[in-house]
DNA sequence: GCTAATCCTGTCGGGTCAGTAGGATTAATG
DNA sequence: CATTAATCCTACTGACCCGACAGGATTAGC
């Protein structure tokens, strides 16, 4: 069902460390951040990571600069930036149906309905992602919708 | 990220054909439905569904008979039976980060708050698809949390 | 005993995923 | 101006999973 993939969960993390990076020394302008670094900080495979961040820039996330002091900063701050955002850039749409998007399935029958189901399945997902951004994220500070979510009983247990 | 298989989908929709055939008749006992009536009903590759059934009998969400006349039953009354429970019979945990359960990852550093948000997720997948029982589906008659999430308005937009 | 069904095991091609290899290009710095 | 440290790009691999099919053993109603 849902499966984080290795490349979104690395991708979050490696957002993480760039957004520490960023509001860390004060008023300071940063400076880029190599692959190297952000793997080091999270305990990342080196080259795995360099695609993924290839990745993060094609879709405007970070910004680049080549050569000796080279490396990436975040392009815009880190409270604008949603972790759905992230996972999008580098794993694509949040939800899918065999390969379809939630709202273009269709069903002979019995199960006409069940477009409506997998469409708020996404919405669902998309409150949790969308709502929180990468900011919120470092601190723990949660937006009310999944405060709410955590509060429930057996949130963090199996099932 | 969520990727509704081919599996759970199926499983889903033959599960609605086999609730629509047990309150169809008024008060008669529900006969057995063979495999080959419920693929033609929701236009399903036969012998796969097949092996889908076998997951949901096993899973102890329906019965069957075997033999001529023989087919399968649902073992519970459909206001009983989750859309969650379905897709776990065939397809395994709701949510999983690389492989583990999103309450047993860890992170260092920066990324410590991350399982609370994988966990946060998992937590709206549930309240959806455990929110919603086979019968609800199968009426479009959806739960108050389903209907506030179709109610947003890009809730069937693409993103 | 025929027939219609479940049940089981095995196979198969193709695709995706995590990760690696190697090198071309770029730019700061001494 | 050469060295060095970095991004960038293409290609590859090995493993695994997924959707689907084949063939037959077993069971039970008629």
């Given amino acids: 069902m849902v499966d984080i993939s290795a490349r979104s969960d690395y ?25 190297d670094r952000l793997a080091q900080a999270q305990d990342l495979p080196v080259k795995f990571l360099e695609a993924i961040v290839a990745d993060l820039r094609r879709a405007g996330l970070v910004a680049s600069r080549r050569g000796a002091r080279g490396g990436y900063l975040l392009s815009r701050p880190a409270d604008q930036i949603a972790v759905g955002d992230i996972i999008r850039a580098v794993d694509g749409p949040l939800a899918e149906v065999r390969g379809l ?18 469409v708020a399945t996404r919405a669902a997902l998309r409150a949790v992602l969308d709502g929180t951004s990468l900011d919120q994220l470092r601190r723990g500070a949660w937006p009310t919708e999944v405060t709410a979510l955590l509060r429930q009983p057996d949130a963090w247990e199996s099932r």
Same sequence: chains 1, 2.
Avoid: Q
Wanted: glycine letters at 4%; hydrophobic letters at 45%.
């Fill in 101 to 118: 998007r939630p709202h273009d399935t269709a069903y002979p029958g019995e199960a006409e309905h069940l477009p409506a189901l997998w």
């Fill in 11 to 35: 991708a979050v993390r490696a957002m993480l460390a760039l957004a520490a990076d960023h509001d860390d020394p004060g008023a300071e302008k940063p400076a880029p951040v190599s692959v």
